[in-house]
C-alpha cells in the first residue's frame, strides 16, 4: 500500500492503516446509513446494523475501489478471510432486488464522487 494513501486511525486501543479508499467507502457508507464512521472502524462487532455497514464498506473498497483483501483487512482492523467473508455476504444479499438496487446506487455515487465523499 502506498503510503501517501494511508493514515493512521485509532480505534478501539488498536493502530492500523486506513487507506484513503477505505475511508471514502466507509465515509459514505456511514453517511447513507446513519452509521458513526468510528463505529464502522472499529475493533468490535458492534450491533448488527454497524456490522453490516463495515461488511457493506469493505465490499465497496474491494469491488468498486479495486483494494486487495489484505489491503482491505488492514484498513478496517480485519483479516483478509474477514473482508472475503464480507464481500461474499454482500454479494448473496445482492439476490433481494431492493438490496441491489441500495448497493448499486452506493456503487454509482462512489464512482462518481471522483476521489470525495463528503462526510
Known amino acids: 500500500m502506498d503510503i501517501s494513501l494511508a493514515s493512521g486511525c485509532e480505534c ?8 484513503t479508499a477505505a475511508d471514502r467507502a466507509a465515509a459514505l457508507v456511514s453517511r ?13 462487532r458492534c450491533r448488527a ?14 469491488v468498486v475501489l479495486g483494494q486487495s483483501l489484505t489491503a482491505v483487512g488492514a484498513a ?18 445482492r439476490d433481494d432486488p431492493d438490496f441491489d438496487d441500495e448497493v448499486t446506487r452506493l456503487e454509482r455515487l462512489l464512482e462518481n464522487a471522483g476521489g470525495h465523499v463528503c462526510e
Open 12 to 19: 478501539g486501543g488498536s493502530r492500523f492503516i486506513v487507506s
Open 49 to 62: 446494523d454497524t456490522a453490516r455497514a463495515r461488511q457493506l464498506a469493505m465490499y465497496l473498497s474491494h
Open 76 to 93: 478496517f482492523g480485519r483479516d483478509r478471510t474477514t473482508v472475503s467473508y464480507a464481500c461474499a455476504l454482500i454479494e448473496d444479499l
Open 32 to 44: 447513507e446509513k446513519h452509521v458513526s464512521k468510528v463505529l464502522i472502524f472499529n475493533r468490535s
